[in-house]
């Protein structure tokens, strides 16, 4: 009787829903150069794919991040109030835009591995079968690979623009699920990639379900997925719901996961040391921004009047994760693995401005998502370099002298250690700076002194570093830095110039930040 | 939080069965293994033989498997669209277009690299 009745109840007030297409165009521009590198795939000669898909993945970038420009102002409600459009959201859009543009160009990079790119040339063959002999040694390369960056950026794009929960469970998926597969296609170690790419695929659609399963709860707190309704039931009724505290702790745990937050940390070692390098430098930088754009909006526009509620609970995962990322990465002795522990402990910083709840953390939050962002496409390309006989020499005894024998990318790697330790002169200084002194202004000191403690332990770890590189002995066999194509030296260059300008002139960025303003509600 | 009282009887009262059921199996049943019961379980046909050391991992199940969930979900998403056809008018017709459309694209896709025949 009551589905009958709630079924005319909605049919009487069926309108149908308003999509500004122009609004949307960033994410429209690249889900479409997706679809026809699918195509490029299906009818292309063999020879002609990687240039038209080079072709498509920089020109939508490239075009995508224009419309994102051309939008600045805009702050409005699209799609029956599916998508918010404001400020924060499309600076944290043109920050997705700019940061894969530069992992594209590292996974564009051939130069590096003499057997091809990064990627396996058929990710299907067994792992030293005879098939995928036959596969890499007639210098077939994965052109796959594009459309599916394409499909991850889409999702990216959305994340934080996504203003109903529904469609922020989408963009979720839509982000994620290339990226597993990304993950599974590395060239050289299949067996770890396919490790890891399994793993993250395990653990990412368990903490899905999570999401999911809070999503429903809230629904059924609220009766609506829209933001701004949540916001309005939980307003409308003070006092604690066990619907309500279940439904935050679930979706919390859902985008926890993806910014490998402690408890939900652990897929990061294995995925970031068993991924192609490219695709690590892109997932760690450009997941971590989109993810956390979601994570500001969530807790900023549904939560916000739960604020005394989740505040506690976020403490807990704020200390746990930046502890455990920073000493943990003390014992690494693979540099992948240790600058994976490091951007865990990193993401815990950044997490003082979602518990800041304030303009300032919001800023804070975005400006140090960029200056890591950036920091760590450059890291992971450095690594990408350091080679011997078997692929990337990623065992952090290599890495000893290389100061000897390539005083340049020992000295930009240094650049790029200093940022996440947060020297001053390098982003990562005025990103820590800012979101501590947010964190301070919203009245949480304790765990702005334990993070200070735990920068402490990070900058001891980056600082072993730099002084194994330019202090100590090189190895009886030193691996080679390889010389690489314009793709990865721009990439390069690219990343220590934000890091520096950053450090050195943060006011233009900061400025646009503030005229960002805050999220629409 | 008593509409959902209803629910959480259910579900106490599968979680009883499921234990109860499994633990009394695991006491009463009796027990005689051969080399068909240690197999592997693949809907009753011999498991897929995988060569050591070389060959191609056997992956047509998965992708005939993979191919029906694509199509399957597709009709899934035209069942709305079908019910509430005349509210949605035009604006839902273009929209499911551009859906089948995108779905179209996967099938050339699967049709041009082969999917389709089994060997």
Same mark, same amino acid.
């Given at each position: 009787?009551?589905?009958? +009745?709630?079924?005319?109840?909605?049919?009487?007030?069926?309108? &149908?829903?308003t999509?500004?297409?122009?609004?949307?165009?960033?994410?429209?521009?690249?889900?479409?150069?997706?679809?026809?590198?699918? =195509?490029?795939?299906?009818?292309?000669?063999?020879?002609?794919?990687?240039?038209? #898909?080079?072709?498509?993945?920089?020109?939508?970038?490239? @075009?995508?991040?224009?419309?994102?420009?051309?939008?600045?102002?805009?702050?409005?409600?699209?799609?029956?109030?599916? !998508?918010?459009?404001?400020?924060?959201?499309?600076?944290?859009?043109?920050? !997705?835009?700019?940061?894969?543009?530069?992992?594209?160009?590292?996974? @564009?990079?051939?130069?590096?591995?003499?057997a091809?790119?990064?990627?396996?040339?058929?990710?299907?063959?067994?792992?030293?079968?005879?098939?995928?002999?036959?596969?890499?040694?007639?210098?077939?390369?994965?052109?796959?690979?594009?459309?599916?960056?394409?499909?991850?950026?889409?999702?990216? &794009?959305l994340?934080?623009?996504?203003?109903?929960?529904?469609?922020?469970?989408?963009?979720?998926?839509?982000?994620?699920?290339?990226?597993?597969?990304?993950?599974?296609?590395?060239?050289?170690?299949?067996?770890?990639?396919?490790? *890891?790419?399994?793993?993250?695929?395990?653990?990412?659609?368990?903490?899905?379900?999570?999401?999911?399963?809070?999503?429903a709860?809230?629904?059924?707190?609220?009766?609506?997925?829209?933001?701004?309704?949540?916001?309005?039931?939980?307003?409308?009724?003070?006092?604690?719901?066990?619907?309500?505290?279940?439904?935050v702790?679930?979706?919390?745990?859902?985008?926890?996961?993806?910014?490998?937050?402690a408890?939900?940390?652990q897929?990061?070692?294995?995925?970031? #040391?068993?991924a192609?390098?490219?695709?690590?430098?892109?997932?760690?930088a450009?997941?971590?921004?989109?993810?956390?754009?979601?994570?500001?909006?969530?807790?900023?526009?549904?939560?916000g009047?739960l604020?005394?509620?989740?505040?506690?609970?976020?403490?807990?995962?704020a200390? =746990?994760?930046?502890?455990?990322?920073?000493?943990?990465?003390?014992? #690494?002795?693979?540099v992948?693995r240790? &600058?994976?522990?490091?951007?865990?402990a #990193?993401?815990?910083?950044?997490?003082?401005?979602?518990? *800041?709840?304030?303009?300032?953390?919001?800023?804070? *939050?975005?400006?140090?998502?960029?200056a890591?962002?950036?920091?760590?496409?450059?890291?992971?390309?450095?690594?990408?370099?350091?080679?011997?006989?078997?692929?990337?020499?990623?065992?952090?005894?290599?890495?000893?002298?290389?100061?000897?024998?390539?005083?340049?990318?020992?000295t930009?790697?240094?650049?790029?250690? =200093?940022?996440?330790?947060?020297?001053?002169?390098?982003?990562?200084?005025?990103?820590?700076?800012?979101?501590?002194?947010?964190?301070?202004?919203?009245?949480?000191m304790? =765990?702005?002194?334990?993070a200070?403690f735990?920068?402490?332990?990070?900058?001891?770890?980056?600082?072993?570093?730099?002084?194994?590189?330019?202090?100590?002995?090189?190895?009886?066999?030193?691996?080679? /830095?390889? !010389?690489?194509?314009?793709?990865?030296?721009?990439?390069?260059?690219?990343?220590?110039? /934000?890091?520096?300008?950053?450090?050195?002139?943060p006011?233009?960025?900061l400025?646009?930040?503030?005229?960002?303003?805050?999220?629409?509600? | 939080?008593?509409?959902?009282?209803?629910?959480?009887?259910?579900?106490a009262?599968?979680?009883?069965?499921?234990?109860?059921?499994?633990?009394?199996?695991?006491?009463?049943?009796?027990?005689?293994?051969?080399?068909?019961k240690?197999?592997?379980?693949?809907?009753?046909?011999?498991?897929?033989?995988?060569?050591v050391?070389?060959?191609?991992?056997?992956?047509?199940?998965? +992708?005939?498997?993979?191919?029906?969930?694509?199509?399957?979900?597709?009709?899934?998403?035209?069942y709305?669209?079908?019910?509430?056809?005349?509210?949605?008018?035009?604006?839902g017709?273009?929209?499911?277009?551009?859906?089948?459309?995108?779905?179209?694209v996967?099938?050339?896709?699967?049709?041009?690299?082969?999917? +389709?025949?089994?060997?």
């Open positions: 009787m009551s589905g009958v +009745l709630s079924a005319s109840v909605v049919a009487d007030t069926f309108t &149908l829903p999509i500004d297409y122009g609004a949307l165009a960033p994410v429209l521009i690249v889900a479409a150069a997706a679809v026809i590198g699918v =195509l490029v795939e299906a009818f292309a000669p063999r020879g002609a794919r990687r240039p038209l #898909q080079l072709v498509l993945v920089f020109g939508s970038l490239i @075009a995508a991040f224009v419309a994102v420009v051309m939008h600045a102002g805009i702050r409005q409600l699209d799609g029956g109030g599916a !998508v918010a459009i404001d400020g924060p959201g499309l600076v944290l859009q043109g920050a !997705v835009l700019l940061i894969s543009i530069v992992g594209a160009m590292l996974m @564009a990079e051939r130069m590096v591995d003499p091809g790119d990064a990627f396996a040339a058929r990710a299907s063959t067994l792992p030293g079968s005879e098939d995928e002999r036959q596969f890499s040694s007639r210098g077939f390369l994965q052109t796959e690979i594009w459309p599916l960056m394409l499909f991850a950026v889409t999702g990216m &794009l994340f934080p623009i996504a203003n109903d929960l529904l469609l922020l469970f989408v963009a979720l998926e839509v982000m994620s699920l290339p990226l597993y597969l990304l993950v599974g296609m590395a060239r050289r170690r299949r067996l770890l990639s396919q490790e *890891a790419a399994l793993k993250y695929f395990i653990l990412g659609s368990f903490s899905s379900a999570f999401f999911l399963f809070g999503s709860l809230l629904y059924g707190y609220s009766g609506s997925i829209k933001f701004g309704k949540i916001a309005e039931a939980i307003a409308g009724n003070p006092g604690q719901n066990m619907l309500i505290l279940v439904g702790g679930m979706v919390a745990v859902g985008l926890l996961f993806k910014i490998g937050a408890p939900f940390h897929w990061t070692p294995d995925v970031y #040391q068993g192609p390098t490219p695709v690590t430098a892109f997932m760690a450009a997941v971590k921004v989109a993810a956390f754009g979601a994570i500001l909006r969530v807790f900023y526009v549904i939560f009047g604020r005394w509620d989740w505040q506690p609970m976020l403490w807990v995962i200390i =746990l994760t930046m502890l455990i990322g920073a000493i943990v990465a003390v014992t #690494q002795t693979d992948k240790m &600058l994976a522990y490091s951007s865990i #990193q993401a815990g910083f950044i997490l003082l401005g979602v518990i *800041a709840a304030n303009p300032a953390g919001l800023r804070g *939050a975005i400006f140090y998502l960029v890591y962002a950036f920091t760590t496409l450059g890291t992971f390309a450095v690594v990408t370099l350091v080679r011997d006989s078997t692929g990337e020499a990623t065992h952090l005894s290599k890495w000893a002298g290389l100061a000897k024998t390539s005083p340049l990318t020992a930009v790697f240094a650049i790029f250690l =200093l940022s996440l330790a947060g020297i001053p002169l390098t982003s990562g200084f005025i990103g820590k700076f800012a979101v501590f002194t947010a964190a301070i202004e919203a009245g949480a304790p =765990l702005v002194i334990v200070l735990a920068s402490l332990i990070a900058a001891f770890v980056y600082g072993r570093v730099i002084v194994l590189m330019f202090f100590a002995d090189p190895p009886a066999d030193p691996p080679a /830095v390889v !010389v690489p194509s314009a793709f990865t030296t721009l990439a390069i260059a690219i990343s220590v110039a /934000v890091t520096v300008v950053l450090g050195i002139i006011q233009p960025f400025t646009l930040l503030e005229q960002a303003g805050v999220f629409i509600r | 939080m008593n509409v959902y009282a209803p629910i959480l009887v259910l579900l009262l599968g979680a009883a069965f499921a234990i109860f059921s499994v633990t009394l199996t695991s006491f009463t049943g009796p027990k005689r293994y051969n080399r068909a240690r197999d592997a379980y693949e809907c009753g046909i011999d498991p897929t033989p995988q060569p050391g070389g060959g191609h991992f056997p992956v047509k199940y998965y +992708l005939t498997a993979m191919l029906f969930i694509v199509f399957d979900i597709e009709i899934v998403f035209l709305p669209w079908a019910v509430a056809f005349d509210k949605l008018a035009l604006f017709l273009i929209e499911m277009l551009i859906f089948i459309g995108t779905v179209l996967v099938y050339a896709y699967v049709w041009r690299r082969r999917g +389709l025949e089994w060997e």
